[in-house]
């Protein structure tokens, strides 16, 4: 099939971007969209311009590194599907797509579609953790029985996968479904018992240093979330950090 | 040739660990604040070592290419974690662990290191769970198992299909605590070029800052390379995109020896190539083998009508199927191991079998799967006279729950729903159990730089069993190198900050730097990724399933002729002060070239088929590999002298004195 592409072009942060359009052809609709972009890359190699810079690792779908807002939305029309794991046959024939960066005042822009996410890492360096050293001397792994329900939660919440479609998603730029998601694994489990209060305060506290907006329950960001993080997230760190306000 | 010494304890098999660690030197906790150790690599080998090293109070800095920590691609292992815990009590013990592991790897990894891996395996369920790494439980509350190829019992705990996520989250949040308090600084986007040696000590790493382009010196007492595994040698793998051999390479040109390079595992379940324009592929885990049957068609025919799309798996009956692994290992079925499960899909497809449009496909069937699943949930719901539709409906909502993800992933990629159509599946490369050579504290042949996780080469022989990746990751991180390091840094705590500015610095600096001019100033008219095309084809269908003398031979000339070709004929576009992904992958292809060369030249040399090395000279008569235990019971560990061709053999001996070495077999 054929394409037009209109790309976010970018030097790099202290540069101001542009759309540029570029005419695609040959695409089959097995390709990912990250392959087809490899496809044009090869033209503009081939051609003595510069490739297009976007974040890529696994392509499947579970590192969290690729982004892209393609036509408006992140991760780009289809749900439950990071950029990589989309397929080129959603798209048709003579189609024009417009491929962005994730936008947000927390997430600059590195260069073209490459943004810097190394806000999401301070905010768990502020508490998204158990305190337990790693020297294995602790209890044997079936002394604490945990419900199954419990535990199926906290690994649902767990399966967040950092990549940032939640901000991109929300007017508010808001990284509410991120730090949730961390706060929820933790409170779900009984060895996040111990740090809660600390822990929902001080990740808090950092999402809103680093510039993230506020949430106003939009729920953009779970219907964009790739990986269906859901929204009862926000109602626990809601309680939680309520809670934590009346003990702290 | 000389002799590789693997300091592998005296003692009892059993007590080797423990008395090591009652022996070697410590550091005093005061000391430890004055020595500065650099871990490169971020998965779950680096992550845990950079972890436990800052909570034992030295100075670490870790490195990564990607963006975060917790995007290594450790992030990607799917199916689970063997550990010898022995919940389900259907006879585990280390012992059990240590000997599937070692007969898995086809007699060709060491006795003393696979011990103490399954000995310290149990302790790493502890660690996580207390961690708070949600993997899955029963009803009742305990952690589930389930089994992994080539073994007999169930050993394995998960979280769904995404274990290495949770297990990597775990170590990135062990990470982001010690970031937190100040001893660990990321350096993350970052890529280490080179390996500083003082008077031949590693003592540090030149850097390049992927976002600036800019080139750091950065100083240690000690390196730990954490790396990964270089399958991405072979372009198409189910590595992510940016895996690389580069640190390795770079140790091995500077003294560090690289052992095995040849054993690489293909792993039996992935998904089909559908075309030229692949970048990667996509593992579907070996867990599905628990519940999925593999199989072909009996006739030919039949197979070829639904290649041409006028049959459908569905339609064949079940004596007009081959279920070729359960035919031919009928005690351990679609269970064998890797290695073995990927031959036989091979065989299968080349005998003219194979089943999607390129013939290079094999049914991945989860029908009797749902039925059986669903039978014993509506008698567990009390209805004892189930309808057909009741039954699958039940069936499939039991497949979801324990493989969901996975099913969807195909789903996506494939375009067909696994539930109702058999799966097409396909070996791809996935893993290297070949890596830098180190001995039983994991150091490699330079003082002061160790190697750990899937680049190091120790524990898994000539094939690795699934679910035993992520155990050496985090058992070398957490719990052996923190230890074994401690024993060559104690000569450090005199030594003081390593400065910089020492001419060793300035000339390691000096070589990165040409060699980033030479790339981008090369006036060439091919893109990185063609030349990578092109060495991954030669290395697939030379050095790949299987080998041969001939086709090795051609391997090794057609690589150094497409390396001559790669440094006259690149093409990369940019400069270096800038973000530039296309002159990282330049650098990176580079080194696949020159170790592609020394992975032929391996192949060649070992003249028997163990493991995932199946050379076509050396089989039994139905085509199983044939050893050849009085010549190559030994471990190629290669010296770099100039060029790959010329490196320089040495030979680390295999001994076995708990252990019958034996023929495998899974019949």
């Known amino acids: 099939m054929k394409l037009t592409l209109k790309i976010w072009r970018q030097k790099n942060a202290d540069t101001k971007g542009s759309l540029q359009t570029y005419p695609i052809d040959g695409i089959d609709g097995d390709m990912s969209f990250l392959e087809m ?26 590192c969290g590194s690729c982004s892209l807002q393609i036509d408006g939305r992140p991760h780009g029309p289809e749900r439950h599907t990071t950029t990589c794991q989309l397929h080129m046959r959603h798209f048709n024939d003579g189609d024009t797509v417009i491929v962005e960066p994730f936008r947000a005042t927390a997430f600059p822009v590195i260069k073209d579609l490459m943004v810097d996410r190394s806000s999401f890492d301070r905010i768990q360096q502020a508490g998204g953790y158990v305190s337990v050293n790693t020297s294995g001397n602790t209890i044997d792994a079936n002394a604490t029985p945990v419900e199954k329900d419990n535990a199926d939660e906290a690994f649902n919440s767990a399966t967040c996968i950092g990549c940032g479609a939640c901000v991109a998603a929300c007017v508010n730029a808001s990284a509410m479904l991120f730090t949730s998601a961390k706060v929820s694994q933790f409170a779900l489990l009984p060895q996040g018992e111990v740090e809660a209060t600390r822990r929902v305060l001080n990740m808090v506290e950092q999402m809103d240093k680093e510039g993230f907006g506020a949430c106003s329950n939009t729920g953009a960001c779970f219907i964009e979330c790739p990986k269906d993080i859901s929204l009862e997230n926000i109602a626990r760190i809601n309680r939680e950090y309520l809670k934590a306000s009346a003990e702290g | 040739m000389s002799i590789l010494d693997s300091k592998i304890p005296e003692g009892p098999l059993a007590e080797k ?24 690599g971020t998965g779950l080998a680096g992550g845990s070592a950079a972890a436990t090293l800052a909570e034992l109070g030295y100075n670490v800095k870790t490195f990564c290419y990607q963006d975060s920590p917790r995007r290594a691609h450790s992030i990607a292992a799917q199916g689970g974690i063997n550990a010898s815990k022995n919940y389900q009590g259907d006879g585990d013990s280390d012992y059990r662990l240590f000997y599937d592991t070692v007969k898995g790897g086809d007699y060709r990894s060491r006795e003393g290191n696979v011990y103490r891996l399954a000995e310290v395996s149990a302790n790493i369920i502890d660690q996580c769970v207390a961690q708070g790494v949600p993997f899955a439980r029963e009803y009742g509350g305990l952690l589930d198992n389930r089994s992994f190829g080539g073994v007999l019992v169930s050993r394995t705990f998960y979280a769904k299909g995404q274990t290495g996520q949770q297990l990597l989250l775990g170590a990135y949040a062990a990470m982001n605590r010690q970031i937190n308090r100040g001893k660990i600084e990321a350096f993350n986007r970052h890529e280490m070029l080179d390996l500083v040696l003082i008077d031949g000590k590693a003592r540090g790493i030149i850097a390049r800052d992927l976002v600036t382009g800019e080139l750091e010196r950065h100083s240690a007492h000690a390196v730990v390379i954490a790396s990964g595994g270089y399958g991405n040698v072979f372009f198409l793998s189910t590595n992510a995109m940016g895996s690389n051999v580069t640190a390795s390479w770079k140790i091995h040109k500077k003294g560090a020896y690289f052992a095995n390079p040849c054993y690489t595992q293909i792993h039996p379940t992935c998904i089909p190539v559908s075309g030229d324009h692949q970048s990667k592929l996509t593992l579907m885990s070996e867990s599905l083998r628990n519940d999925g049957r593999i199989w072909v068609p009996k006739k030919k025919e039949d197979a070829e009508a639904i290649r041409q799309g006028k049959l459908k798996p569905t339609e064949l009956s079940e004596d007009e199927r081959d279920y070729y692994l359960e035919r031919r290992y009928p005690s351990f079925g679609n269970l064998v191991p890797r290695d073995v499960a990927s031959r036989a899909a091979k065989e299968r497809c080349d005998a003219g079998f194979g089943v999607n449009k390129t013939g290079e496909a094999v049914f991945l069937d989860f029908a009797s799967a749902i039925k059986r699943y669903g039978k014993e949930q509506a008698v567990m719901h009390g209805n004892h006279n189930p309808s057909e539709e009741e039954v699958t409906k039940l069936g499939k909502e039991v497949v979801a729950n324990k493989y969901g993800n996975l099913f969807e992933m195909y789903e996506k990629i494939v375009d067909a729903n696994p539930y109702e159509t058999p799966m097409m599946i396909y070996p791809a490369v996935h893993y290297t159990m070949g890596g830098i050579w180190v001995d039983y504290n994991l150091q490699s042949t330079i003082p002061g730089c160790y190697v750990t996780g899937e680049a190091n080469f120790s524990d898994h022989g000539a094939n690795r069993l699934g679910a035993s990746a992520l155990m050496q990751g985090l058992a070398d991180g957490y719990f052996i190198l923190p230890y074994t390091i401690g024993d060559y840094l104690a000569d450090d705590i005199r030594t003081g900050k390593i400065a910089t500015d020492q001419p060793e610095f300035e000339e390691a600096e000096k070589n990165v730097r040409e060699r980033l001019e030479k790339l981008i100033n090369n006036k060439g008219s091919k893109s990185v990724d063609d030349i990578h095309k092109r060495l991954g084809k030669i290395m697939w269908n030379k050095c790949g399933m299987s080998r041969n003398a001939k086709g090795l031979k051609e391997a090794i000339t057609e690589i150094r002729e497409l390396r001559e070709q790669f440094w006259n004929e690149v093409k990369v576009p940019g400069s270096m002060d800038e973000m530039n992904p296309e002159l990282e992958k330049a650098g990176r292809v580079a080194d696949f070239l020159e170790l592609g060369e020394l992975f032929a030249k391996d192949a060649l040399h070992r003249e028997e088929s163990c493991g995932g090395h199946f050379r076509e000279e050396y089989q039994t008569d139905e085509g199983e590999a044939m050893r050849d235990d009085e010549n190559f019971m030994y471990v190629a560990a290669w010296e770099y002298n100039g060029e790959p061709s010329e490196a320089v053999l040495h030979k680390e001996q295999l001994e076995y004195d708990y252990i019958e070495v034996k023929t495998r077999s899974y019949k």
């Open chain 2, 17 to 40: 660990w423990t008395n090591h660690k009652n022996n070697i030197n410590l550091v005093n906790p005061a000391n430890k604040r004055n020595i500065d150790v650099i871990v490169v």
């Open chain 1, 37 to 62: 972009l490899d496809v044009l890359n090869e033209e503009l190699i081939e051609k003595g311009e510069e490739p297009v810079v976007f974040d890529h690792d696994c392509r499947e779908g579970i």
